[in-house]
């Protein structure tokens, strides 16, 4: 190694230096930099060439020579615009500004949801004209109701008696004078239970109860005594249905009976169609028709004069699963309403005099029981998992407008008190709850509600609800 300075070679940075590398800097991509991408639908391509193609020195010249300049800039200025507005490279327009305040704007926004919630429960208030408490009038407690989604466990009477059947025992509550009296009870069978009731259409003076074991009784609750114990079924009666002096039940064993329970040979038909558990029967308004609902998801109707041999007048196979809920319109002849279990979860509305399919709405939940309002045309649903609420909808809209909770169980029995006011719904968590639902058309608001049976007495609701009382 030698010390540079003292011999005639220079330094390499030196030797650098005068060939100019030390100015020069390696090219190099840079993956983070942006890049700046021209907009070519923006751009004016012919004065673009027009521009790189022309001389950026002119010479001086003759007077001609200038008119000729003149003329080629006159020419190009027409034929290409004017090159000093027009651009070369362009990135895109200026961002447009803001219409009216960005907050107001972003409020309106964030808030339209809430607007909506708010229209729709306008709306509901608007369909009806009447107040709809949100809290049940009544609750009495219910003891050993079963958890049985086949079950008819609840009737309301014309006399304003109601019946409920807890396990073993059917136990008479008095609207009236708030009294309760235990009617029957079945043997001491551990298996053994009521499985239906139904109070008689006119008077209210007897009732039918249907048992695990087959059997259909008739008792007289003036005398408290059974008038007589009807065959026909070999397991349980799960529902049980009146029309006038003729009374159907339908079993776990597929079939449908009907009795006369005025002569000694009682079975006038049986009915097979079904192929699993009848658990629901309702006769139309006028007596011609009976609706069946079965666990094999089948809704059969019948005609009031069908003999065991003959087939029913309609097989409706649309619903998913069992159709317990069951219910006649009583605005509009031959309309029926019907509700599905867990799988199907819909309401039904047929005409029963087609066959015909009216609608069908999906409520999210399993339907138990159906009531329609009788002053106006309005139906009353009750549902199970997942919410346990009853719900109320306007027909044929099907819009919904109240909904109903407190039981902590599925709603599985509805029924309507006589004056077609207050419905009492019955649910897995063994109460019973009273409702202020149905109102006649026009009645005021606040005005104190009666319970008034056909017989003529009538009770302010004060004093038949407003006392305490368990059912035991």
């Known amino acids: 190694f030698s010390d540079s300075r003292g011999s005639g070679v220079n330094a390499r940075w030196e030797r650098k230096k005068q060939r100019g590398e030390g100015d020069r800097r390696p090219l190099s991509v840079n993956n983070g930099s942006d890049?700046?991408?021209?907009?070519?639908?923006?751009?004016?391509?012919?004065?673009?060439?027009?521009?790189?193609?022309?001389?950026?020195?002119?010479?001086?010249?003759?007077?001609?020579?200038?008119?000729?300049?003149n003329y080629k800039s006159a020419l190009s200025s027409v034929l290409l615009g004017d090159s000093k507005s027009g651009r070369?490279?362009?990135?895109?327009?200026?961002?447009?500004?803001?219409?009216?305040?960005?907050?107001?704007?972003?409020?309106?926004?964030?808030?339209?949801?809430?607007?909506?919630?708010?229209?729709?429960?306008?709306?509901?208030?608007?369909?009806?004209?009447?107040?709809i408490p949100s809290a049940p009038a009544r609750i009495l407690d219910a003891p050993d109701m079963l958890d049985d989604y086949y079950l008819n466990l609840l009737s309301w009477s014309d006399t304003n008696v109601l019946a409920v059947a807890l396990d073993k025992?059917?136990?008479?509550?008095?609207a009236g004078s708030g009294d309760i009296?235990?009617?029957?009870?079945?043997?001491?069978?551990?298996?053994?239970?009521?499985?239906?009731v139904s109070w008689v259409q006119e008077g209210g003076s007897h009732i039918a109860v249907g048992t695990s074991s087959g059997k259909t009784q008739l008792w007289d609750v003036h005398a408290c005594k059974q008038l007589r114990s009807m065959d026909g079924h070999v397991e349980r009666i799960g529902s049980l249905c009146w029309n006038e002096h003729i009374l159907s039940s339908g079993g776990r064993d597929a079939i449908i009976v009907n009795h006369d329970v005025r002569v000694a040979q009682h079975k006038l038909a049986t009915l097979s169609c079904h192929t699993q558990e009848v658990c629901q029967l309702s006769w139309s308004k006028d007596g011609k028709t009976l609706a069946s609902g079965g666990n094999d998801n089948k809704l059969c109707l019948w005609d009031a004069s069908t003999s065991s041999s003959a087939n029913p007048r309609f097989e409706l196979n649309d619903h998913q699963a069992a159709v317990k809920a069951l219910s006649w319109s009583p605005h509009e002849r031959n309309l029926l309403a019907s509700g599905g279990g867990t799988a199907?979860?819909?309401?039904?509305?047929?005409?029963?005099?087609?066959?015909?399919?009216?609608?069908s709405i999906d409520t999210e939940s399993q339907v138990c029981a159906l009531q329609w309002n009788?002053?106006?045309?309005?139906?009353?649903?009750s549902h199970g998992f997942a919410r346990n609420h009853l719900c109320l909808w306007?027909?044929?809209?099907?819009?919904?407008?109240?909904?109903?909770?407190?039981?902590?169980?599925?709603?599985?029995?509805?029924?309507?008190?006589?004056?077609?006011?207050?419905?009492?719904?019955a649910a897995a968590d063994e109460t019973l709850r009273f409702w202020e639902i149905f109102a006649p058309a026009g009645k005021a608001k606040g005005s104190t509600k009666r319970m008034a049976s056909k017989t003529g007495s009538a009770l302010p609701l004060s004093a038949e609800f407003m006392r305490p009382m368990q059912i035991r």
């Not at 012919?46 to 002119?58: F, K, Q, T, V, W």
């Not at 025992?169 to 008095?174: A, E, F, M």
């Not at 009788?374 to 649903?381: A, G, N, Q, R, V």
């Open 169 to 174: 025992t059917v136990y008479l509550w008095n």
């Open 88 to 131: 070369v490279l362009a990135f895109g327009d200026k961002a447009p500004e803001p219409k009216g305040d960005v907050v107001n704007n972003l409020n309106v926004l964030y808030s339209a949801s809430v607007g909506v919630a708010d229209k729709k429960k306008k709306n509901s208030a608007n369909m009806v004209n009447r107040q």
């Open 394 to 425: 306007k027909y044929p809209s099907m819009a919904k407008i109240k909904e109903l909770e407190g039981h902590a169980s599925r709603v599985l029995h509805m029924a309507v008190s006589p004056d077609g006011c207050t419905v009492v719904s």
């Open 344 to 359: 199907d979860r819909t309401i039904k509305f047929w005409n029963s005099h087609t066959g015909a399919l009216l609608n």
């Open 35 to 69: 890049r700046f991408i021209p907009n070519r639908s923006q751009m004016n391509m012919d004065l673009s060439r027009h521009n790189l193609s022309a001389n950026e020195i002119e010479v001086e010249g003759s007077e001609s020579d200038k008119n000729g300049n």
């Open 374 to 381: 009788p002053f106006e045309k309005e139906i009353l649903s």
């Open 181 to 196: 009296t235990e009617l029957c009870s079945v043997e001491s069978d551990a298996d053994s239970h009521i499985s239906s």
